[in-house]
């Protein structure tokens, strides 16, 4: 976690004061930090569109900043909040979600289906050929099971910590978190 | 399949997830998000939240008077008549308006 010094509260203040190009401090500081949680989430050809969409949107909330929470965990908010749109943007354009394996997707699929060897999981299949498996069931669940799932069984982030990244009340998260495992569970399995 | 709980299967997930090759912020696109921000220009306050604020107080107004009206009746013509004929310098004002015009 990034802290929230004296300065940066400066920079802030000078930021909403009409100063614009005080920005790129922060632009500068939070550039890694945005790209880690938004390259995880969305495609890797999407990610600058996004992480820039995250900054616009950060610069035009700065005056709803309210200082209680670290700048940081803000910014997160943002950029999960901005990922599950993008997904809900996608999935509607039917960009993504009508995508099918490909045939070498659909061979490993059924191979770790019919995996009886015992074996390691990770010793028998790459980590690229899970993640492949893995982002083919990701693609067949809605914007809002993805981000659940991603956030608490992927990253491991409590409910509470995943209700208030996307401002979701925690029944609402944890009817979700298990409703998306059940689903990617019976989209593994099929 | 193996459920979803179990442990490897659930690693070998969590590895694959952490371990996607992700992109780099380089200068150019440092520089195209400047001077996307730059062409927003300065931030100006955002009133939409402090009149929101207002929103419940507005609605219980709105709920008082709709009360006191299913009481009492809506009949603004004779409101503005009895108001008119009680206050007779009220009406010599208005009527002089209304030569001017």
Not at chain 1, 13 to 41: P, S, T
Request: aromatic share 12%; glycine share 4%; proline share 2%.
């Amino acid at each position: 976690m990034i802290d929230n010094s004296g300065s940066e509260t400066e920079i802030i203040r000078r930021i909403i004061d009409g100063d614009v190009n005080a920005f790129e401090h922060l632009l500068k500081k939070y550039k890694q930090y945005v790209f880690k949680i938004v390259g995880r989430r969305v495609p890797y050809d999407q990610t600058e569109d996004i992480a820039q969409e995250v900054f616009i949107r950060a610069y035009q909330s700065l005056p709803n900043f309210k200082g209680i929470s670290p700048i940081s965990n803000w910014l997160a908010r943002i950029a999960v909040r901005t990922c599950c749109d993008f997904w809900r943007k996608a999935y509607k354009s039917k960009e993504f979600s009508m995508s099918s394996l490909t045939e070498n997707q659909e061979n490993l699929l059924e191979k770790i289906i019919s995996d009886q060897s015992g074996q390691e999981f990770s010793e028998r299949w790459s980590q690229k050929e899970v993640y492949e498996v893995l982002n083919y069931a990701l693609n067949r669940l809605s914007a809002e099971d993805r981000t659940v799932l991603e956030l608490v069984y992927l990253e491991g982030y409590s409910a509470k910590e995943a209700a208030d990244l996307l401002g979701w009340s925690l029944a609402n998260v944890k009817i979700r978190a298990f409703r998306s495992r059940k689903k990617l569970q019976s989209l593994l399995s099929k | 399949m193996k459920p979803l709980d179990d442990a490897k299967l659930k690693d070998a997930l969590i590895a694959a997830y952490h371990g996607k090759k992700t992109a780099e912020p380089g200068i150019y696109w440092e520089i195209k998000v400047m001077n996307h921000i730059r062409s927003l220009g300065p931030l100006q306050y955002d009133m939409t939240g402090f009149v929101w604020r207002f929103a419940a107080g507005a609605c219980f107004l709105v709920l008082i008077l709709s009360a006191y009206v299913m009481q009492t009746g809506f009949h603004p013509e004779y409101e503005m008549t009895e108001l008119l004929l009680n206050d007779s310098e009220g009406l010599a004002f208005l009527s002089y308006f209304a030569n001017i015009i």
